[in-house]
């Protein structure tokens, strides 16, 4: 074990270790370029908020009163895509896998450092297509750009936003085959499968997903280009092409993305639940074999977004089959993060707080998604608002819960400052009064069968919609004020030592920030993962962390 | 352990040594081609699935087909592959100058398959098989004419990407020439010759299967 | 682990070439014939022969890791899938009119 230095300000840091523009642009520092990931997404996450500001106010009456219905579908068109493509896919990932991955397995950087700065030159310039699409004048044929209307009808700039989402495909495919090459290849000594982090088994998960279907979406959308640009046929009916077989290569690859969304938030929410209980995650090898199990089953269950669209009853069935299946490595997570808590030492630290409403809305997400799963319940809530709020509460109640618990816990190691501890929990406890309010009642609204997509709405929804719109006022304070806080602590926080939460892992036994190279001298790791109860034990480095301590 | 005697310049700083930092990119590689795989099989499942729909119009516009330009370019391309083993198997040993030889060899071979691919696209145009408003295909049999299009969509997509991969490939193999001409692959240090080995010998591997499924399996039929 | 103490020599490669040529030339000559259903069949079983020669030999599969062997054979075993649950589909929408009762 190295000595806890103090005086973390006076050593080199990958921060202070070079200045001004050109050394972060071309940097190939795996921890630079998450912070320039970082600063990115969370300009694509304001922007797709501020989209889903407009969609909020639209929808406070009934009546289409604030924009156009072309405007509309616009707005959650590019709602969608901004925050897919551009803030969740490479959230965790991009940010904190970049960060993250290298220093938990005790190497210098990821395998291919250059391939990792192109991947996030390449997701800018994607990102600058979008945006291309996004200023002349908008994209409305929705995130999932379905044929024949992207194909055929639709007249907005959607050759712009296709190529921009292919070549942010390109990032993810990039990101994705470094964590993978790195954990296999780059492993200190001594770290053995078993003793990874299982943050790094999530992340290894994800991974698979990238490499494995992104591709697919890839030539999908050159076929979409092809057909719009020359006319092909391949998705036109006019031609006797079919426009499902465009939904069924886009979700072989788009329903594996919101594993990719989702697997890596519960690598962040192992890693806090064991932190902050001070226990090793019950059943380590079960949530380990889990990331790896949803990411498999991921691939079996793409049709059951399609029941309604015209394909056979029977793939009908053997689709929603399969989709039960993905319920049982997920509860399996859920479960076991519930009983690491049980005798757990558990304080409330923020990235704490985090994690519980992460268990609470995941399930609340993941159970409306059995039901959904179900061809008699979809066939009945199909795009309705009970879809949206299953998948808000997933994506938003999942990974930007996640994303935020990350962020939190892992601020300290980044920047070697403390966040305002009030604050960060005021603000946690916004986020989550303000996201339930936002959400739950669409859920409502789905059941009693108001559509997605419109911009107006019958009367009698008024109030659920109200109450929505309330709560996301409400979510966007508390989005807003991590912000503002954060930064604040740059200059102003405590510095936070190098390792706050006594946690255990690799990347906390280096100082905070770390070093260019992350450790001075490559690690040997002769623990398990989790080794709370060696790292408590009488004599071990914990002190006053006000946690209850034998002795 | 780090071996001293190598070009130090070849090392990045954060491999334990060249056997280590070649192991991975090795890996790394074929993951890539992994990405490739799927990339192909998305338009090989859209091609399987409108077979099965549509085959008559399927088999009129497979025989359509020039076999023989299609052999010569299968022929060709496994030249390349030969040729592309062999400058990996020189530079390997540290033989600049045959390395250079076969990798212009190769270089040579690609673009013959890519003239050869262009003579036939030229064909199609002048025939009217390019997809799109020109499209006009002479039918008799049991079949709606725009299906013969939705093959000639997807051979063109196919053979079109995969001839644009012959087109990465062939800028790579002037990039090795350039190094190879300025001595930078030694014994020791090889691993870009070999990379882009993999990605020939890969892009070779679709063209074996584009072969058989565009030009072969439905020319005798008698639709 | 990554010893290549079995290295191809040249003589393999040639005679990988030699095979490829004649599987190519039988290839082409069966698609003269009008098999049937047997063709398809026949020219990618040969295509596959192809593909594992190139596969193994050129791309030096047989002298790779476990790790890289498993990578190719998930992709491929994906790819199956993908083909497999998309025909899953397509090959029984016409059945679900024989579950109509009046029909």
Known sequence: ?551 | MPDNQVATQDLKHHFADLEHQKATSTFGMWIFLITEIMFFGGAFAAYLVYRLYYFNAWVAGSQTMEIKLGAINTVVLICSSLTMVLSVHFAKLGKRKLTAICLLLTLLLGCTFLGVKAVEYHGHWMHHEVPGPNFHFEHEGNYDPHQVMIFFSLYFAMTGLHALHMIIGAGLLIWLLIFNARGRFTPEYNTPVEMVGLYWHFVDLVWIYLFPLLYLISHSHNG | MSSHAHHPTVKTFVAVWIALLVLTAVTVYVATLDLGPLNPIVALTIATVKALLVLLFFMELRYSTALTKVGVTAAIFFLLILIWLTLSDYLTRGWSSYIHPFH
């Open chain 1, 1 to 551: 074990m190295e000595t806890i230095s103090h005086t973390s300000q006076a050593k080199p840091n990958y921060l202070n270790a070079d200045y001004g523009l050109k050394s972060w642009l071309l940097t190939t520092d795996h921890k630079r370029i998450g912070i320039l990931y970082l600063i990115s997404i969370s300009v694509f996450f304001v922007l797709g908020g501020f989209f889903a500001m407009l969609i909020r106010l639209e929808l406070l009456t009934p009546a289409g009163d604030l924009v156009l219905a072309d405007t509309y579908n616009k707005l959650f068109t590019m709602h969608g895509v901004v925050m897919i493509f551009l803030f969740l896919l490479p959230a965790i990932p991009s940010v904190f896998g970049n960060f993250l991955v290298p220093m938990m397995v005790g190497a210098k950087d990821l395998a291919f450092p250059k391939l990792n700065l192109a991947s996030w030159y390449i997701f800018m310039i994607g990102a600058g297509f979008i945006m291309y699409s996004v200023i002349t004048g908008g994209l409305d044929t929705g995130w999932t750009f379905y044929t024949p209307y992207s194909t055929t009808y639709s007249n907005s700039n959607v050759v712009a936003a296709a190529l921009g989402v292919f070549i942010t495909g390109f990032s993810s495919i990039f990101t994705g085959l470094n964590i993978i090459v790195t954990v296999h290849r780059m492993r200190a000594p001594g770290l053995t499968w078993r003793r990874l982090p299982l943050f790094i088994w999530a992340h290894y998960a994800t991974s698979v997903i990238m490499v494995l279907g992104t591709p697919v979406l890839a030539v999908t959308i050159v076929l979409v280009a092809l057909e719009r640009l020359f006319h092909f046929g391949i998705f036109d009916a006019r031609y006797g092409g079919d426009p499902l077989l465009f939904q069924h290569l886009f979700w072989f690859y788009s329903h594996p993305a919101v594993y990719i969304m989702i697997l890596p938030a519960m690598g962040v929410i192992s890693e806090c639940i064991a932190c902050f209980s001070r226990k090793r995650v019950f059943g380590y090898d079960f949530v380990a074999m889990s990331s790896i199990a949803i990411a498999v089953l991921g691939f079996l269950v793409w049709a059951h977004h399609m029941y309604v669209a015209g394909i056979s009853t029977y793939a009908a069935l053997i689709f929603s089959l399969l989709t039960f299946f993905v319920a049982i490595p997920s509860a399996v997570k859920v479960f076991n993060w519930t009983a690491t808590l049980y005798k757990g030492s558990i304080t409330f630290e923020t990235p704490m707080l985090y994690v519980f409403a992460f268990i609470g809305l995941f399930t609340i997400g993941g159970l409306t998604g059995v039901f959904l799963a179900a061809v008699g319940i979809d066939l009945h809530v199909t795009d309705t608002y009970f879809v949206v709020a299953h998948f808000h509460y997933v994506m938003v109640g999942g990974t930007v819960t996640a994303f935020l618990a990350a962020l939190h816990f892992w601020w300290p190691k980044m920047t070697g400052k403390m966040y305002p501890e009030n604050f960060s929990k005021a603000s946690a406890l916004l986020v989550f009064i303000g996201f339930n309010l936002t959400f739950f009642p669409q859920f409502l609204l789905g059941y009693l069968g108001m559509p997605r997509r419109y911009h107006a709405y019958p009367a009698e929804f008024q109030v659920l919609n109200v109450l929505s719109t309330a709560g996301a006022s409400i979510l966007a304070v508390g989005f807003l004020m991590p912000m503002i806080y954060l930064a604040w602590s740059l200059q102003y926080g405590k510095d936070a030592g190098d390792n706050p939460w006594h946690a255990a892992g690799l990347e906390w036994k280096t100082s905070s920030p770390p070093p260019t190279f992350n450790f001075d001298e490559t690690p040997t790791v002769t623990w398990e993962a989790y080794n709370y109860d060696e790292i408590d034990a009488p004599g071990g480095p914990t002190h006053n962390k006000g946690v209850e301590v034998a002795g």
